[in-house]
Structures are given as structure tokens and as C-alpha cells.
């Protein structure tokens, strides 16, 4: 099955800085890369996705890219707050099934 | 707004009790999901359903089943808990596939 690796595993950084998190996933049939935030107590929310036919996609503070032909993708945030405390996770999907990396807890220091 | 309940927050059982953990979406999804959650691990997938009396296994089926009925319910079982199934659990919906799925709040289950 597909193999989704995540980096780092903690992040910290400073409030307006910004924080970039990285995913390699193994099956090239995988074609939709979504991104989640979970926030403590709380179930995963979908905060951007990108799908195999684009390279690049934004909203408002955050984005993500995809190089399809090595096989990665990355969160990018941008000015960060600290509401954007959280772990974030990335999935790769391939059919039904999602396959999610094991984390990043990003930590931001007011 | 898509909304996913799941039964409990917290539930805390005895090893060799039979657990049921219930997940209720309200938007008419076709696909139904229950994961498990352990640091360091991420989500693992254990059951999925696509459609009524559908499932298909996921990663880690292995000591659990889950029963699908009618269309807004998806039921993890637990058939003899054991220590090592202490864990978050999550249930998820979708409209289809490949689409996104909405969590639910996640069972906390404690095996003693």
C-alpha cells in the first residue's frame, strides 16, 4: 500500500514567522493530497487539498505544493499566529483509501 | 455543516468486554471511516464502508468489526477489548471518493 512519510515531527516557531512542513508519499497513483489540522481535543479539520493535476494551490495565509514527478508535497504557512498551534497532518489517497502521515506538532511562540 | 457524533467522548472498559463505539453523520455520505489514533503512528485505518451492509478492511482490522445498517450509521466493535486497543478513536464520512472527510470529536477508549 502507499507509504506516506511526514517532517518534521515538532515544529516551533515565532509568532509572524513562517512554518513548512514536508510529505513524501510512495504509490504514483495517488491523486488527491489533502492537509488537516487537529487542534487538542478535537477531530481533524481539512484545511487546503490539492489534487494530482495541479502544482500549486493557496488560501488566504496557507498553501500547498506538489511535485508529482518526486513524489512530495508541503504545507506552507505564512505569518503565523498562534491559533495555528495545532498538529497537522498530510494524506495521501489512493481509491477509498487515505493514507496519513504521523504528524507535525506546530508549536507558535507569541 | 457536515456534522459527525460519535457516542461517547470517553469510555473506559474492562479487558474481554465486548465494546461497541457508535458514528452518526448527518449529510447523507456515501463513505463511512473508523481510524485509530496513536502518537507517533498517526491515523490508521481499521474498517471503511461505501454503502449500506458494505465494508472493506482497512490497515488494521485485526480484533475489530464494524456493522453498517442504514446509511447515516457506522458501528466499530470491539468483540473482546484487549490492553493494546487503548487508543483515540475516529470516525470520518465523505461524499465519495476521492473527496474530504469530516471527522467526528474522536472516543477516547481506556482498556484496563
Known amino acids: 500500500g502507499e507509504n506516506v512519510e511526514q517532517h518534521p515531527s515538532t515544529l516551533s516557531v515565532q509568532e509572524g514567522d513562517s512554518a513548512v512542513i514536508k510529505c513524501t508519499y510512495s504509490?504514483?497513483?495517488?491523486?488527491?493530497f489533502p492537509w488537516y489540522k487537529q487542534e487538542l481535543g478535537k477531530g481533524p479539520q481539512l484545511i487546503i487539498d490539492?489534487?494530482?493535476?495541479?502544482g500549486e494551490k493557496k488560501d488566504q495565509r496557507i498553501a500547498v505544493t506538489l511535485n508529482k514527478t518526486a513524489k512530495h508535497f508541503s504545507l506552507h504557512i505564512t505569518e503565523t499566529q498562534p491559533e495555528d498551534s495545532a498538529v497537522y497532518f498530510c494524506?495521501?489517497?489512493?481509491?477509498?483509501?487515505?493514507?496519513f502521515g504521523t504528524g507535525t506538532s506546530l508549536t507558535v511562540i507569541p | 455543516d457536515v456534522k459527525v457524533t460519535q457516542s461517547s467522548r470517553y469510555l473506559v472498559k474492562r479487558t474481554g468486554e465486548k465494546v461497541f463505539l457508535e458514528c452518526v453523520q448527518d449529510?447523507?455520505?456515501?463513505?463511512m471511516f473508523w481510524y485509530r489514533q496513536d502518537p507517533g503512528l498517526g491515523l490508521r485505518l481499521i474498517y471503511f464502508?461505501?454503502?449500506?451492509?458494505?465494508?472493506e478492511k482497512g490497515d488494521i482490522p485485526e480484533g475489530y468489526s464494524v456493522s453498517r445498517e442504514k446509511k447515516e450509521r457506522f458501528s466499530l466493535i470491539l468483540e473482546s477489548a484487549s490492553t493494546n486497543q487503548t487508543s483515540m478513536y475516529l470516525c470520518?464520512?465523505?461524499?465519495?471518493?476521492?473527496?474530504?472527510?469530516?471527522f467526528g470529536p474522536g472516543t477516547r477508549l481506556t482498556v484496563t
Open positions: 470520518a464520512s465523505s461524499l465519495a471518493s476521492p473527496y474530504e472527510q469530516y
Open positions: 504509490d504514483s497513483a495517488s491523486n488527491y
Open positions: 490539492i489534487r494530482s493535476n495541479v
Open positions: 494524506a495521501a489517497t489512493v481509491g477509498n483509501q487515505f493514507y
Open positions: 449529510m447523507d455520505h456515501e463513505n
Open positions: 464502508s461505501y454503502d449500506v451492509k458494505m465494508k
